[in-house]
């Protein structure tokens, strides 16, 4: 399968047909396809249907997907010009069969997009999978018997740790909270007799500070309010952005793949 059927006319075409939404502000994110506008994907091939992908462009429908997945976490401002850098990157009469694989080891093995790859839960688990995937980015032939057997082993191996962390937490979190419960429960006892005195005489003194307490409680409640939902909304935006961030290399990584593809 080569890329545009080896006919430079087909990429000419899906450009300016890709050129004109643009101009028109019809490349929208989280649409597939309606009433003339539509994703990276809807804007393509004015349908939904990530396999046409092969049938007309020869390009592999893995890519489309991953066009497709890219596009929607990108920004809004570069999601725009997304599906146009996509295809204009394809080189005509290139082979894309490899492209998609070796995208995919790169997520398994870069911690920089992918930090939760190195988790003592599920390292070992990732390792094999990612030795798979490098297999089929060199263009080698796995038996599927034996790939399928390694990715369930790994699945078995990263289910067993993550339960076995899990249960060390639980119980280590029920024994933290009886031994507090527990001398919580001994220092209410030996005190209670002792400080009973001490409460009543305090009591009065208490009253007559509640109102006070209560005003300076509710001003610092509301304090703590707005300094919570800035710190929330701090938070949100750092996610934000990180998450972007990792849209953006993702997306410059698969462009330099394609871009490299003979």
């Known amino acids: 399968m ?47 249907n990530h396999m046409e992908y092969e049938t007309r462009f020869g390009i592999p429908v893995m890519l489309a997907r991953l066009e497709d997945c890219i ?33 995919l080891h790169w997520i398994l093995t870069t911690e920089e997009v992918n930090p939760g790859i190195n988790d003592p839960l599920v390292k070992d688990a990732v390792l094999r999978v990612a030795e798979i995937v490098r297999f089929l980015a060199e263009g080698k032939s796995i038996k599927t018997s034996a790939a ?7 699945a078995r191996s990263a289910e067993s740790a993550a339960w076995s962390a899990v249960k060390s937490a639980v119980e280590s979190a029920a024994w933290s909270a ?18 009973s005195a ?17 005003a300076q409680s509710a001003a610092q409640s509301a304090q ?21 961030a990792v849209y953006i290399k993702m997306s410059e990584k698969l462009l330099n793949l394609i871009s490299k593809a003979v």
Request: net charge negative; proline share 2%; aromatic share 10%.
């Open 2 to 48: 080569l890329a545009y059927h080896n006919d430079p006319n087909i990429k000419s075409a899906i450009l300016a047909q890709l050129e004109a939404h643009a101009k028109a502000d019809e490349i929208v994110q989280g649409v597939s396809w309606d009433n003339g506008k539509g994703c990276a994907v809807g804007c393509t091939l004015h349908s939904y």
């Open 71 to 103: 596009f929607e976490g990108l920004p809004n401002n570069l999601a725009k010009d997304w599906p146009i850098k996509f295809l204009r990157s394809v080189k005509v009469g290139s082979n894309l069969s490899l492209v998609g694989w070796k995208f």
């Open 148 to 154: 399928w057997s390694a990715v369930k082993s790994a």
């Open 178 to 195: 009886w031994s507090a419960a527990k001398s919580a429960a001994e220092s209410a006892a030996s005190a209670e007799s002792a400080e």
């Open 198 to 214: 001490a409460w009543s005489a305090q009591s009065a003194r208490s009253a007559a500070q509640s109102a006070a307490w209560s």
């Open 224 to 244: 703590s309010a707005e300094s919570a939902a800035q710190s929330a909304w701090s938070a949100a935006w750092s996610a934000e952005s990180a998450e972007s």
